[in-house]
């Protein structure tokens, strides 16, 4: 998610779960080709499986950047067709790629030949007018026809006119049914849900109509939520992990990362909802809202605000 996830984000949350695949916010091909890689597209290998998702509709563009990208070692090239901001209609690419089936198929065609790694699409179920019927319908065929290996559907239209990105994202309804009935007619492509889900619970119950499930702002507001994912949802055994035993773990790697010249709140920010619910929650997380950022804040100020957090205290219902 732009603006919200980063590497250091990608760790932290698969501390919580070791089976989610985690993905990166959309990189534009201009970026990967042209800009500094190594800060764009680098990261470490416990953070997988990891894919990348990217941003283009030059067929040859996301060909080049997807090859970069594979040689860094992501296991899944993503392409965005689903992002409503000026910017990327600007570039014509993200949702406005809704009304363009045979250039995404042909974007997909060409990021097939040029990796090895699965190819898939993060759509929306229309745009503006459309009708969401054979709008998806099109789409799904045209990058099926390609060979596309999954589909992420974000489970609403986007408006391109008159909305905002964020009310992008909350505005236009929900129609989970539309993307349920998609996997009734291509029962052998992998199709994953996205849009407004916010607990395991409702995680499970569309994993009975389709195979996977992407949560964006609720795995990254209350990520204690990833907590339980490998065992609801990937039936591991083993006792459930501890969002304390896992917020500690990270003390080593804000160490490291401070002795390379970063700042506590480079990873702390993204820590700030872990403890959603439990008693001293709001004190933890005011601390490290207030300490972390300093530019003297060492590890010291999670272990500090750990220590407003009741150990082993329920989470409030
Ligand atoms: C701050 C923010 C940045 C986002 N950036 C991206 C992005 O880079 N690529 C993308 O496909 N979706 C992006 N999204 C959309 C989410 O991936 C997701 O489709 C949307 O929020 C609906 O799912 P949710 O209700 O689970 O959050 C972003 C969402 C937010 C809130």
């Not at 534009?28 to 499986?49: D, K, M």
């Not at 709140?265 to 997380?285: D, E, I």
């Amino acid at each position: 998610m732009m603006d919200w996830t980063d590497r250091h984000c990608r760790v932290f949350h698969r501390r919580l779960s070791l089976r989610a695949r985690l993905y990166t916010e959309m990189v534009t091909t201009g970026a990967v080709i042209h800009g500094p890689r190594e800060r764009l597209l680098g990261f470490s290998a416990e953070e997988q499986p990891v894919a990348v998702q990217l941003g283009g509709s030059e067929p040859a563009d996301l060909a080049e950047a997807a090859k970069i990208a594979a040689e860094f070692g992501y296991v899944e090239i993503n392409l965005n067709v689903g992002c409503p901001s000026d910017r990327v209609q600007d570039g014509r690419f993200g949702a406005c790629l809704m009304r363009e089936p045979g250039l995404v198929a042909r974007c997909v065609a060409a990021m097939k030949r040029a990796v090895d790694v699965p190819v898939t699409v993060k759509c929306r179920i229309g745009v503006d007018e459309q009708d969401t019927g054979p709008a998806l319908d099109a789409l799904a065929d045209a990058v099926v026809a390609e060979g596309v290996d999954a589909l992420i559907v974000h489970a609403r239209k986007a408006w391109l006119q008159g909305l905002s990105p964020k009310e992008n994202r909350d505005v236009p309804p929900l129609d989970y049914v539309r993307v349920y009935r998609l996997k009734q007619r291509l029962p052998d492509l992998p199709i994953a849900i996205n849009g407004g889900i916010a607990t395991l619970d409702e995680a499970e119950a569309h994993l009975r109509h389709v195979d996977g499930v992407m949560l964006g702002r609720a795995a990254y507001q209350n990520p204690g939520l990833l907590l339980d994912v490998d065992r609801r949802l990937f039936s591991e055994t083993g006792p459930p992990r501890q969002a304390r035993a896992v917020a500690e773990s990270l003390i080593p790697y804000i160490e490291a990362h401070v002795a390379a010249g970063g700042k506590v709140s480079n990873v702390t920010r993204h820590m700030l909802g872990l403890f959603q619910g439990m008693p001293g929650a709001r004190a933890y997380r005011r601390h490290l809202a207030t300490h972390a950022a300093k530019p003297d804040a060492g590890a010291q100020v999670l272990r500090e605000a750990l220590s407003f957090v009741r150990e082993n205290a329920a989470r409030a219902a």
